[in-house]
């Protein structure tokens, strides 16, 4: 009587290694074997999702940014109705008055001791900031001033003519350019009772009776009722001092004054209701409760 089987376990042939022959002639695959083609499956799986993903995210940043960049240069330019206008668009208007305050940019004090501060030039800092706003003045399509009325100082020039260049689209009239030692004498007293006095002058004279006979030192004393936008480029302390007596309506108003006017940094104040330059100094209040209203501020 010869033994009982209990089956046998064949070795792979040659021909195949992917197999178990068992003794009844059927044939398994090595669990290992299997286990491992599905890891291989499942991480190829993964990684295409993570390649997939990665694809949309990027196309959905560079379209949110086209979008961005879209929306905004497609901002309307501003109306005297805007509420909230810090940043936006701003185009001169025959319906109102607008005083443009610029400061001169951050000044260098290389070998201060042996330069006159009156002619103390431009960091290189201050280079590049009166260059940024130049040029975003330039992309907002913000419109030149009708006048300028600036120190004489090298750093004030050097700052103006930076930002003038950076910011023009049409050439420029430069004898409407009025250089004053006065911007700069009274860079501690304060810009408001002077520019008053500048303002206070007969309204009905022609632009070139109110410029004729004016020099570099000799800013004139008649501004027409038509010169809607007059830009100022002065220094600290003054001109802080001057955008906040022109923005509050009482020197305790506090709670909206300008704290800090750093260097380099452009003003656009309106006045809704102003019709005169000459009635700037007259107590005048604009709708707002405030004399002006900051429409715009550069670099944001």
């Known amino acids: 009587m010869s033994p009982p089987s209990y089956g046998s376990i064949t070795p792979p042939s040659a021909e195949s290694n992917s197999s178990i022959h068992n003794g009844d002639g059927s044939t398994t695959s090595p669990p290992l074997r299997q286990s491992s083609r599905f890891s291989l499956k499942a991480t190829y799986s993964a990684a295409k999702s993570i390649v997939f993903v990665f694809i949309l995210t990027t196309i959905a940043i560079f379209f949110a ?15 005297s109705s805007s509420n ?14 607008t005083l443009y305050l ?9 070998n201060s001791s042996n330069i006159n501060d009156y002619d103390r030039q431009l960091s290189p800092k201050g280079r590049k900031v009166a260059h940024i706003v130049g040029k975003s003045l330039n992309r907002q399509d913000v ?30 009239d430069e004898s409407k350019i009025l250089y004053s030692k006065s911007w700069y004498d009274l860079s501690d007293e304060g810009y408001f009772n002077h520019l008053v006095d500048i303002l206070s002058g007969d309204e009905d004279i022609s632009d070139e009776e109110a410029l004729s006979g004016s020099s570099s030192n000799d800013v004139p004393k ?13 220094h600290n302390p003054a001109i802080e001092r001057l955008l906040n007596e022109l923005i509050l309506s009482s020197p305790n108003d506090k709670a909206k004054e300008w704290q800090h006017y ?37 670099p944001v």
């Open 262 to 298: 750093s260097p380099g940094h452009f003003y656009a104040v309106r006045f809704p209701t102003l019709e005169r330059w000459s009635d700037l100094g007259g107590g005048y209040i604009s709708e707002e409760g405030r004399r002006g209203v900051v429409e715009l501020h550069l």
């Open 143 to 172: 419109d030149l001033p009708d006048i300028i009325l600036a120190s004489s100082s090298v750093r004030t020039k050097e700052t103006l003519d930076l930002v003038m260049a950076a910011w023009k689209k049409r050439t420029f």
């Open 84 to 97: 909230n206008t810090m940043g936006c668009k701003i185009t001169a208007s025959k319906m109102y008055k």
């Open 222 to 234: 008649k501004i027409l009722s038509n010169v809607n936008t007059i830009m100022i480029v002065g």
């Open 102 to 110: 610029l400061r001169h940019a951050k000044s260098s004090w290389v």
């Open 65 to 79: 940014g086209s979008i961005h960049n879209e929306w905004y240069n497609k901002l309307p330019l501003l109306s």
